[in-house]
């Protein structure tokens, strides 16, 4: 089993950036594909940001291609998600994903373990 705990959420203004981070415990999840998604108030959960097992294949969700970076620091088994540039539109939880078996996906179906999710607020 494996637990994912998010942090490093909070509010700050437009233009702002922010550095979450998700930490894993239970077992190592270097051999994992690791993923951020989000879910703004009244809406869906939708795909932030996935990496690859080795870090080495990314993939990230038009709405926040070139103002968000995902990284992942396996000797620490953490995952990073980057973001600058932040727009009120980015207030939303976010939440950290973990997938056993297979490539990076945007498919919320394709992760077997979740975080509980941390609050970016972005104000304007």
């Known amino acids: 089993q494996v637990q994912l705990v998010e942090s490093g959420g909070g509010l700050v203004q437009a233009g702002g950036s922010l550095r979450l981070s998700c930490a894993a415990s239970g077992r190592p999840v270097s051999s994992y594909a690791m993923g951020w998604f989000r879910q703004a108030p009244g809406q869906e959960r939708k795909f932030v940001a996935a990496?690859?097992?080795?870090?080495?294949?990314?993939d990230y969700a038009d709405s926040v291609k070139g103002r968000v970076t995902i990284s992942r620091d396996s000797a620490k088994n953490t995952v990073n998600l980057q973001m600058n540039n932040l727009k009120p539109e980015d207030t939303a939880i976010y939440y950290c994903?973990?997938?056993?078996?297979?490539?990076?996906?945007?498919?919320?179906?394709?992760?077997?373990?979740w975080g509980q999710g941390t609050q970016v607020t972005v104000s304007s």
């Open positions: 994903a973990a997938r056993k078996w297979g490539l990076a996906t945007r498919f919320e179906s394709g992760y077997d373990y």
């Open positions: 990496v690859s097992w080795s870090g080495g294949t990314t």
